[in-house]
C-alpha cells in the first residue's frame, strides 16, 4: 500500500477484555515498531520488529502487552485483560533497514477502555 | 541511556516571525536526531534528520534544524511562520554506537501560529 495502515481506527472495550490491534506496514520495510501515546505525553516505545532477528520487547509495560509480526509483513499487537490506564493512542510505524531511516506512522488507534 | 528534552511545552509565534522550537538530547555516544510533526487528525510525519556532515540540517516545508554537539542541542527553526504550522512538534534521538532500536521521543512542543 501506500502507506502504514492501521485497524481499527478507534476501538472502545471493557475493563478485562482482550483487544488485538492491526498494521499493514509499507511494502518492502523490514523493520516495524509499535508506539503509544498518552494524552499530554510524548511517545512510548513498545515493541520493534526488524527482518526475522528476534524482536525487542523491552517497551512492553507488561506481560499483558505482546505482539506478533507474520511473514515480515503484518503485525497485531494484542492487549490482554485491558485495565483504564491501557487508553491511548497506539501508532505503528515502519522503515527500511538500518537506524538512520525515517519512521512513517500509521494514524493510530485510538483505544478507549471503560 | 538516552533522553530526549524539550522544554516548552507550547510556543506561540505571530505569522511571519521566526519560530524556534528547542531540544536537548542525552546519549551515550553519537547521536541520530530527528524531528517529526503531527498535525491535527493526522499521522505523524517526519520533517528532517541529521545524520553526519553540516550541522545545519534542512528539511520539509521550509524548517531547518542546527546539530550543536556542544549544547548537544537539536532546535528547530523556520525564518517566516505560518498559520499552517501549527501542530505538535516531536524531537527524536536514537544513539548510533550502540544501535539501540528505540528512536526515543521527547513530549512535544505545540506550536501555534497567530495570524
Known amino acids: 500500500g501506500a502507506g502504514v495502515s492501521q485497524s481499527p481506527s478507534n476501538k472502545v472495550t471493557e475493563k478485562g477484555k482482550d483487544v488485538e490491534l492491526r498494521c499493514d506496514p509499507i511494502?518492502?520495510?523490514?523493520?516495524l515498531y509499535w508506539y503509544r501515546q498518552s494524552l499530554g505525553q510524548g511517545l512510548e516505545f513498545l515493541i520493534y520488529?526488524?527482518?526475522?532477528?528476534?524482536?525487542?520487547k523491552s517497551g512492553l509495560p507488561s506481560d499483558r502487552f505482546s505482539a506478533e509480526r507474520t511473514g515480515g509483513s503484518v503485525s497485531t499487537l494484542t492487549i490482554q485483560r485491558t485495565q483504564q490506564e491501557d487508553s491511548a493512542v497506539y501508532l505503528c510505524a515502519s522503515s527500511e533497514r538500518g537506524t538512520s531511516e525515517k519512521l512513517f506512522f500509521g494514524s493510530g488507534t485510538q483505544l478507549s477502555v471503560l | 541511556a538516552q533522553s530526549v528534552a524539550q522544554p516548552e511545552d507550547q510556543v506561540n509565534v505571530a505569522e511571519g516571525n521566526p519560530l524556534t522550537v528547542k531540544c536537548t538530547y542525552s546519549v551515550s555516544g553519537n547521536p541520530y536526531l530527528f524531528w517529526y510533526v503531527q498535525y491535527p487528525n493526522r499521522g505523524l510525519q517526519f520533517l528532517l534528520k541529521y545524520i553526519t556532515g553540516d550541522n545545519l540540517v534542512k528539511g520539509s516545508y521550509g524548517f531547518e534544524a542546527e546539530f550543536n554537539k556542544s549544547q548537544t542541542s537539536f532546535h528547530l527553526k523556520k525564518p517566516s511562520a505560518l498559520v499552517s504550522d501549527s501542530a505538535l512538534y516531536f524531537c527524536a534521538v536514537r544513539d548510533r554506537i550502540t544501535g539501540a532500536n528505540n528512536l526515543f521521543f521527547g513530549t512535544g512542543t505545540r506550536l501555534t501560529v497567530i495570524p
Open positions: 520488529f526488524q527482518g526475522n532477528s528476534a524482536p525487542d
Open positions: 511494502s518492502g520495510h523490514t523493520a
